[in-house]
C-alpha cells in the first residue's frame, strides 16, 4: 500500500478529499495531511509519503515551493498539484519540477482516481526497477 500525504490550507478542501474515494481500492492510504507548506515539510520527513496532493497557492510556502524544497532534498516523491485557477505558468512550472499531475478544484473524483492510477503505474515501476 503506498502513501498519500494531503496539503490544503482550506480545512474543508482535506476532509473532502480524504473521504472522496476509498483510497485502497487504489492502493493508497492516508498517512497525513497539513495545511501549509512549512508544517507539510516537518512532516512529510517522517511520514515520507509516496505521494503528495497539494494545493498549490498556500499562504507562507505554496504547493510549488514545498515541491522544490523537496527536490532539492533529493526526494523522489510524486507530486499532484492542485488549484483552484487554470494558470498555465503555474502548471508549466509544476511540470519542469516533475509534478505528476495537474487537479483543477473542484477535484472531481473520476479525475483524482485516473491520476491515482497514472501515479500507482509510476509507483509500480519504480518499485519494481530497484
Not at 476532509?15 to 507548506?37: C, H, P, Q, T
Not at 519542469?96 to 503505474?121: D, F, I, N, Q, S
Request: hydrophobic letters at 40%; glycine letters at 8%; aromatic letters at 8%.
Amino acid at each position: 500500500m503506498y502513501q498519500v500525504f494531503l496539503v490544503d490550507d482550506e480545512p474543508w478542501a482535506l476532509v473532502v478529499l480524504k473521504n472522496m474515494i476509498a483510497w485502497s481500492d487504489y492502493g493508497f492510504s492516508v498517512s497525513g495531511e497539513a495545511e501549509d507548506g512549512e508544517q507539510a515539510l516537518e512532516r512529510i520527513e517522517h511520514t515520507n509519503p509516496d505521494l503528495i496532493i497539494s494545493d498549490i497557492r498556500m499562504p507562507g510556502m505554496d504547493g510549488l515551493a514545498l515541491m522544490e524544497k523537496l527536490r532539492k532534498l533529493g526526494r523522489r516523491t510524486q507530486v499532484l498539484l492542485v488549484s483552484g485557477y487554470t494558470d498555465f505558468e503555474y502548471a508549466r512550472k509544476a511540470m519542469r519540477l516533475g509534478c505528476a499531475g495537474y487537479l483543477v478544484k473542484p477535484v472531481e473524483e473520476k479525475e483524482l482516481t485516473e491520476a491515482l492510477k497514472r501515479v500507482r503505474l509510476i509507483l509500480d515501476e519504480r518499485s519494481e526497477g530497484g
